[in-house]
Structures are given as C-alpha cells and as structure tokens.
C-alpha cells in the first residue's frame, strides 16, 4: 500500500502544531542544504584539488560522479517513499551521504575522491526528492508555493555558500574540509529526522519492488553520462566504446519500457507521461539543467585561472547570480501562493536565462569582471522564476498517492541534464583547451609549465607573462563559445513552457483516505503560513 493511501499524518495522537511544522522544515532544509552544497562547494576548489591529486584530465568526474549517483537514485527513493514510507529512506539517504563525505576527506588520490563523491550522490538523491515529497504529505498545492520558493532559496543560498566556502577551505584549512563540513551537519539533519519528521507509519506492503526496472534505468543513465563525458575526450565519438555505450543506452531504454509496462508497481509509471504538463515541465527542466549545471560547473574555475582572482573571490563573484536566484525564487514561490497563477514565471524565467547564456558567450579573457557578475545575475533572475515552479506544477498535476514517484521522475530528468551539462561542457571544455594550449604554447613551453595536470592558478599566475597569457586566453576561448551553443536550450524550453496548461492549485490534499484529518493538517500549516 502507498504511503498516500494511509491515514494521513494528522491521524497521530496529536495535530501538528506550529512548532512542529517548523522544526520539521528547518531538518527539511538542512538536508536540502546538504545536497545542494555538494552541487556546487567543489567549484572553486576544484582547480587545486585537481592539481594537488594530479588529476585535470580527470576533473569532470568530481562533479560527475555525484550527480549520476543522484539521478540513478532519484526514482528508486521516490517509487520506494510512496510504497514504505519516507522518514527511514531519509535517514538512510543522510547516512549514506556523511559516509561518501568521509570516504572523499580521507582520498589520497582522484580515484578514492571520485569514490566518495559516487557514495555521497547515492544519499544525496534521496535528500532532495524525499524533502519535496515530504512537504507535498502535509502542505496543500495553493500554500505549497512559498514553501517550494524558500526551498529554491535554500538552493541558491547554498550555491553561494558553497563556492565561498571552498574557496576558503581551500586557502585556509584545506579543501578537505569541502568533505568534512558535511558530517557535522548530516548529524544535524539526521538529529532533527528523528525528532521531529512525523509521518504516518506504513502498513505492511504486498507490493512487488521494481527491481528489473531500477536496473535498466540505472544502466541506461549511466552509459549516456559515460558517453558524454568521455565522446570526444578518453575516446574518439565514432569509436567503438562510445558507440557501444549509446547502443547500450537505447538497449537499456527499451527494455526499461517494456518492463515499466508491465510492472505492477514501477518505478517510473508510464502513465506519468499522459499528462501534459508533466511532459512539458520535465522537458523545460531537463534543458535547463543542461544550462544551469553546464554553467555552474566551470564557471569559478573559469574565474580562478582567466580573471586571475583567488578561490575565495571567485566563490564571491558568483553571489550575483545566486542572490538573484534566491530573491526570485522566494518572491515567486509568494505569487504564486497569493494569485494561484504560475505559467507566466518559468516563461520570464527562460527569457531571462536564454539572453544570460548569450552575453556569457561574448566574454573576453581581458572583460571586465564586473560585467561577468551582471550577466551571472541575469542567469539568476532566470533559475529562480523557473526551477521550483516547474517542480509545484508537476505536484499539482497528479494525486498526493503518486507525488513521491512524480517529483522524483521530474527531478530525474533535470539530474539527467545536470549530468548531460556538467558532462559535456567539461568533455568540450577540457577538449578543446587541451588542443588550443597544443597550437598555441610557443616550442620548449613545456619546461616551463611543468605538467599540465598540474597547473594551478597559483602555477599559473607564476608563469613568464607570454605563457601566461597564452593559458588564460585558451581558458577562454575554450568555454565560452560553449555558453551559445546553449542558448538553443533556453529557447527550446520558453517554446515548451508556452504550452503549459495552467490549472488552479489545490487548496486542500487530495487523500484517498483520512480526508477530515488532513484538512486538519492544513489549518496548522496555515496557521504557520499568516
């Protein structure tokens, strides 16, 4: 049985009050805050780990390794949260993330820092889609608005957070500390779970586990991500290893299908795909995750070795952009709550995130960096009217029995186009730099920079002003032409979103059972809310 088809979480011996619900959101958020921080905290440290592990041209899988373990994991915690319950996979999924923390603070080598980061990835996707699922048991869809736009605030803050924070580590105290920052607060989360997170307990399940179909869509999006991230850079695209991950990608795609049809309890219903604004919504966001993900990714490095700025200054010039998002987020998460309208913001948004891809395009490796922060912020304004809007729409759509199963099938494809973005644009990016250092550093250069899996912007900033300059200018033209290769993403999601159907947002939850005692919820949570 679903946990949506049990009594709902007001049938407890008490109602929630409003303490409650708001030490429940406060362990909410900071799980949240622990998985977002992992997205970003490795950008402005990046450059150095890399270096002091002697591993640049394996510097993509630091950020990708997390995010393929989180969007392998994503459908498998939200299918099982609706069939068992969340609040043990919660607190599994936060076990799991302090593990892989300390693994990667311990690593001696990319390889066991690649190995933590996978294992804090198979926690962390459980951290993001659990806590949105969560607040869909308890919050009906009208007054779930403000409470999705704190939670895309919580996403930006820790954006700025992160790169700040790895940035400091890192000329500080060591970037290792980017790992061991998570345990105390794991423990934190893990803590505030077990207090204050009140769910009903499940009754017994009959239910067959979609084993098979975990298994194909965890080997499908595994050979693309490796496809992407090695076409073009381990491997040559027409040979025979990225061929035959794509073949094994469709293979695994297929077979997914024809069991997700015939499974009585899949992982990611086919039926999700009936609804139109479930295709839409999960089509912008894929997109979006492609250039959001793509862009955050390189961008501090790019700061570090092209505007020559320290690690801690880079993470502060991307405040910008995540301040915008943040103020976006939170004020249009309140307008939706007020008006009950929402198809207009993600369209602003894709707008606004399509002329930010542009203008990043048209940067210099001698641009002024205060222009840099205002087209970031641009890109902020646009992910803040987007992403969790996108993510409200998709709840609204389907039956509180199936909101675990359809927030995580939504965030399993945008993981998917972070793991695409951050993939690719590192695959070209490192490509692409690679050849312009071969056909630009004058003869005997070699000498003098050393190994190039070893430079660092400290290297760097040391290097004879023609070496110098040569490296930082192939830094830039390496990235940037990649920014308007993305644009058509941004456009392809504004065409997406026009055709979104706007329906009005649910005031109460929709159970199948346990209707009077969820209204009862609701007066609570309104009670917060005014």
């Known amino acids: 049985m679903s946990e949506s088809a049990m009594p709902s979480a007001a049938t407890a011996t008490t109602e929630p009050d409003r303490r409650h619900i708001l030490l429940m959101f406060v362990g909410l958020m900071t799980a949240m805050l622990l998985s977002a921080l992992d997205q970003t905290i490795f950008a402005t440290a990046l450059p150095t780990v890399v270096g002091d592990l002697n591993g640049v041209d394996h510097m993509l899988w630091v950020t990708t390794a997390y ?52 294992v804090q990835g198979l926690g962390g996707g459980g951290l993001m889609i659990l806590s949105q699922a969560i607040i869909a048991d308890v919050v009906p869809a009208r007054e779930r608005g403000r409470y999705m736009g704190i939670m895309g605030g919580v996403f930006a803050l820790a954006s700025v957070a992160g790169p700040l924070l790895g940035g400091w580590f890192t000329e500080s105290i060591g970037w290792q500390w980017c790992m061991w920052i998570n345990v105390p607060l794991g423990i934190l989360a ?10 009903p307990k499940p009754e017994a399940s009959t239910a067959k586990v979609d084993v098979a179909g975990m298994a194909t869509l965890a080997i499908a999006s595994a050979a693309l991500v490796l496809a992407t991230s090695w076409g073009g850079n381990t491997y040559a695209w027409g040979s025979w290893q990225i061929l035959g991950l794509f073949g094994l990608t469709v293979v695994m795609g297929v077979a ?7 499974a009585s309890e899949p992982v990611m219903p086919l039926s999700l795909f009936k609804e139109r604004n479930f295709v839409l919504t999960t089509g912008a966001g894929l997109l979006t995750g492609i250039a959001m993900f793509g862009t955050l990714a390189y961008m501090p490095t790019y700061l570090q070795m092209v505007a020559g700025v320290s690690a801690t200054k880079a993470g502060l010039l991307m405040i910008p952009m995540m301040g915008c998002m943040l103020i976006t987020s939170v004020v249009s998460g309140r307008m939706v709550t007020k008006t009950g309208r929402y198809k207009h913001l ?56 199936m909101v675990g199963t359809a927030t995580a099938s939504n965030n399993y494809f945008r993981q998917i186009g972070a793991s695409l973005g951050a993939a ?18 004058p003869a005997g250069a070699a000498g003098a920079t ?41 456009i392809g999601s504004l065409i997406l979103l026009t055709f979104v159907k706007e329906a009005p947002l649910a005031t109460r939850i929709d159970r199948s059972a346990g209707a009077s005692d969820a209204s009862k919820v609701e007066a609570s949570v309104e009670a917060v809310a005014h």
Not at 369 to 387: F, R
Not at 389 to 398: A, E
Not at 475 to 486: C, E, H, R, V
């Open 67 to 118: 995010i393929l373990a989180a969007t392998i994991m994503m459908p498998i915690y939200g299918k099982l949260g609706d069939l068992i319950g969340r609040k043990s996979l919660f607190m599994i999924a936060i076990s799991l993330f302090i593990v892989g923390s300390v693994i990667g603070a311990l690593a001696h080598g990319m390889t066991e820092l690649i190995a933590g980061r996978a």
């Open 190 to 199: 893990l803590v505030s779970a077990s207090l204050f997170l009140k769910l």
């Open 256 to 262: 997914f299908v024809l069991i997700e049809r015939r």
């Open 346 to 401: 993600p369209i602003i948004g894709a707008v606004f995130l399509g002329a930010a891809l542009y203008l990043l395009s048209t940067m210099t490796w001698d641009h002024a960096v205060w222009i840099t922060c205002v087209y970031l912020g641009l890109m902020g304004i646009g992910l803040g009217l987007t992403m969790q809007i996108l993510v409200l729409v998709v709840q609204n759509t389907f039956p509180i029995r």
């Open 424 to 441: 690719v644009v590192g695959s070209v990016f490192t490509n692409r730099l690679i050849d312009l250092l071969g056909e630009r550093l």
């Open 450 to 490: 050393g190994d190039m899996n070893s430079l660092t912007p400290e290297a760097v900033s040391q290097l004879p002003q023609q070496i110098h300059d040569v490296i930082v200018s192939s830094y830039n033209d390496a990235l940037t032409p990649i920014y308007l290769w993305m644009v058509p993403l941004a």
